[in-house]
């Protein structure tokens, strides 16, 4: 069983940075893959960022330049560190970990709470 907690949220001007954290318990985290989705108000939820438990890394167009993926083992945690935020970036953004990213984006895994990320002036 793993457990999920997202935190870092919170309102940002554009512009600015955001870093969110998915903190995970259980021992087998590191074995995982973990992705971060979001949704937003009237939208489809969609992917942002995967990490494999190897550390390769991936990213939707919207996002590539702007935000980094990465994760600390021994802290069990993976972190989504979000530059150069846009209105359109608003949304509750929401942690998953799964054995394959390809699993996470079938629906599988152990997802968190999501918070949320509201980029206004």
């Known amino acids: 069983q793993v457990q999920l907690v997202e935190s870092g949220g919170g309102l940002v001007q554009p512009g600015g940075s955001l870093r969110l954290s998915c903190a995970a318990s259980g021992s087998i985290f590191s074995s995982y893959a973990v992705c971060w989705y979001r949704h937003a108000p009237g939208k489809q939820r969609e992917l942002v960022a995967t990490?494999?438990?190897?550390?390769?890394?991936n990213y939707q167009d919207s996002v590539k330049g702007r935000f980094t993926i990465s994760r600390d083992n021994a802290k069990n945690t993976v972190y989504l560190q979000m530059n150069s935020l846009k209105p359109e970036d608003t949304a509750v953004y929401y942690c998953?970990?799964?054995?394959?990213?390809?699993?996470?984006?079938?629906?599988?895994?152990?997802w968190g709470q999501g918070t949320q990320v509201t980029v206004s002036s």
């Open positions: 990490i494999t438990s190897g550390g390769a890394s």
């Open positions: 998953n970990a799964a054995r394959t990213v390809e699993a996470s984006t079938r629906g599988f895994g152990y």
